[in-house]
């Protein structure tokens, strides 16, 4: 089965720092770009950031900028999401998702949870 | 950054059908492939159309996808209650170098 698995999430106080994971299974983890995607309490939908099969061409959303990393480990078929400098307006559902060669995200994770506040 | 723009809600009785609209521009919509995700009530989104009018496997032909120009479309034919979500187009942008969502329609079945 097809699966994206994250972790990591929790509570942070602002300034703080915490890294995402996102475990891959029942596909060929290093033929495809990868995202994580969030979601604020009761907002829409946001891309963060691309990472490309091989960790070569990363792309963030400028909000996040010098503040996140996205990095991949293909021998271990999983994800991060390096979070610094956390602001209470990154409190959202991060969710990992894979993406297809014309950039559609065809397996989504089931989210974790990052809250930062004091 | 929501540079795509959705209506905020549709509506239409069971078995009725719905269009939802996204306007993009052409470093977006224009010139990239257009996908859309259907997100129910505190679940995960899922993907419903991608390259403007393609189906992944086991979603139902009463989900449709087209584009023209800097505009995409989903419709919706056969409205069940089980659609009732949120739903979102999305497209990369090549001036950006991001990927841009819209800013998603809630879909209620009357």
């Known amino acids: 089965e097809v699966q994206l698995v994250e972790s990591g999430g929790g509570l942070v106080q602002p300034g703080g720092s915490l890294r995402l994971s996102c475990a891959a299974s029942g596909f060929t983890f290093s033929s495809y770009w990868m995202r994580w995607v969030r979601q604020a309490p009761g907002k829409g939908l946001e891309w963060v950031a691309n990472i490309k099969e091989d960790g070569s061409v990363k792309h963030y959303v400028d909000s996040v900028k010098g503040r996140f990393t996205i990095l991949r480990d293909n021998a271990k078929n999983s994800l991060y999401l390096q979070m610094n400098s956390l602001r209470a307006e990154d409190t959202a559902v991060y969710y990992c998702?894979?993406?297809?060669?014309?950039?559609?995200?065809?397996?989504w994770g089931q989210g974790t949870t990052v809250t930062v506040s004091s | 950054q929501s540079v795509l723009t959705q209506p905020p809600s549709v509506s239409a009785a069971p078995g009725q059908k719905v269009t939802i609209s996204c306007s993009g521009s052409?470093?977006?919509?224009?010139?990239?492939?257009v996908s859309w995700y259907q997100q129910l009530p505190r679940t995960a989104p899922k993907l419903l159309i991608y390259?403007?009018?393609k189906r992944p496997p086991g979603i139902p032909d009463r989900f449709s996808g087209s584009k023209s120009g800097t505009s995409a479309t989903l419709g919706i034919t056969g409205l069940q209650t089980g659609d009732e979500a949120d739903y979102y187009c999305?497209?990369?942008?090549?001036?950006?170098?991001?990927?841009?969502f819209g800013t998603g329609t809630k879909v209620s079945v009357l």
């Open positions: 052409s470093s977006n919509i224009g010139n990239n492939y």
């Open positions: 998702a894979r993406t297809t060669f014309s950039g559609g995200m065809d397996v």
């Open positions: 999305g497209s990369w942008d090549s001036s950006l170098s991001a990927f841009v």
């Open positions: 390259d403007n009018d």
